[in-house]
């Protein structure tokens, strides 16, 4: 497990109505929506993979099985990226959002990628990189390796 403490970044909320999901500012803190928090996520997960020498082969790729939410390479090793985030207003770890049942749906997808993708690898592997916001700020991010349950 990798731990590193990343600048600050804007609080992330949950909003309860659809209605609330917008930007809008509350005191001197700018408060974005739960919706955000993902895109927000994955822009500090590939920052932090790029200055640990990992290359973005590709980001949020679809299909009718599921998304990846990133795709790169370091060496001659092809991994998927499972993103999660949480903020200071959860009861929860981003790790328990993370289920056998996801991780099946990422094999599937990642199957599919390389069958459509012609990318020369040597291993494949699928990781897990979780943040944690407070207040205003990136709390942690937790990069967990080569990924089984």
Same mark, same amino acid.
């Given at each position: 497990?990798?731990?590193?403490?990343?600048?600050?970044?804007?609080?992330?909320?949950?909003?309860?109505?659809?209605?609330?999901?917008?930007?809008?500012?509350?005191?001197?803190?700018?408060?974005?929506?739960?919706?955000?928090?993902?895109?927000?996520?994955?822009?500090?997960?590939?920052?932090?993979?790029?200055?640990?020498?990992?290359?973005?082969?590709?980001?949020?790729?679809?299909?009718?099985?599921?998304?990846?939410?990133?795709?790169?390479?370091?060496?001659?090793?092809?991994?998927?990226?499972?993103?999660?985030?949480?903020?200071?207003?959860?009861?929860?770890?981003?790790? &328990?959002?993370?289920?056998?049942?996801?991780?099946?749906?990422?094999?599937?997808?990642?199957?599919?990628?390389?069958?459509?993708?012609?990318?020369?690898? &040597? +291993?494949?592997?699928? +990781?897990?990189?979780?943040?944690?916001?407070?207040? +205003?700020?990136?709390?942690?991010?937790?990069?967990?390796?080569?990924?089984?349950?």
């Amino acid at each position: 497990m990798v731990v590193c403490h990343p600048s600050k970044v804007e609080v992330r909320v949950r909003f309860s109505y659809p209605a609330q999901r917008k930007n809008f500012e509350f005191g001197k803190t700018k408060i974005i929506s739960f919706m955000d928090l993902g895109e927000l996520a994955e822009n500090e997960a590939s920052k932090y993979l790029l200055k640990n020498h990992y290359k973005i082969l590709e980001r949020n790729f679809r299909t009718k099985f599921g998304e990846l939410d990133i795709v790169c390479q370091k060496e001659k090793t092809i991994i998927v990226v499972e993103v999660k985030a949480l903020n200071n207003n959860s009861d929860f770890t981003p790790e &328990q959002h993370f289920t056998k049942e996801k991780l099946n749906k990422i094999i599937r997808t990642f199957n599919y990628f390389l069958k459509i993708k012609d990318f020369k690898y &040597q +291993d494949l592997r699928i +990781d897990l990189i979780t943040l944690e916001f407070l207040d +205003d700020s990136l709390k942690e991010i937790r990069h967990y390796q080569n990924l089984e349950i």
